[in-house]
């Protein structure tokens, strides 16, 4: 498994903008496929979006779609998830995941061998 540490969280105004890093501990982070989950108190987690090992696969719930933007840095080992026009129900726990070398079902929790910790993201109204 791979260590996810993720950062970026944070109290922000609605209408505000955050971006989430994800640091993997992997040598081997090119070969990964990194996807953002979120868990709202009281909800299940869901998908908000992924990028596959190679970028040529980007998926995003849609409900998200035209406010957040994955990247991925390799150099750096490390995945973001930039959120723009933040709204109230936002507001969540957000997860990496990661999994190896794959380019589909980005949205299945199930493909996904490593997690991060969480982050809290709490926007305000």
């Known amino acids: 498994q791979v260590q996810l540490v993720e950062s970026g969280g944070g109290l922000v105004q609605a209408g505000g903008s955050l971006r989430l890093s994800c640091a993997a501990s992997?040598?081997?982070?090119?070969?990964?496929?990194m996807s953002w989950f979120r868990q709202a108190p009281g909800e299940e987690r869901e998908f908000v979006g992924g990028m596959s090992w190679t970028g040529q696969n980007i998926l995003y719930q849609d409900s998200v779609k035209d406010r957040l933007t994955i990247t991925r840095d390799n150099a750096e080992n490390t995945a973001y998830l930039r959120m723009n026009s933040l709204k109230p129900e936002d507001t969540a726990v957000y997860y990496c995941?990661?999994?190896?070398?794959?380019?589909?079902?980005?949205?299945?929790?199930?493909?996904?061998?490593?997690w991060g910790q969480g982050t809290q993201v709490t926007v305000s109204s």
């Open positions: 992997a040598s081997t982070f090119s070969t990964l496929s």
């Open positions: 995941a990661a999994a190896i070398q794959k380019e589909f079902g980005l949205n299945h929790s199930e493909i996904y061998d490593s």
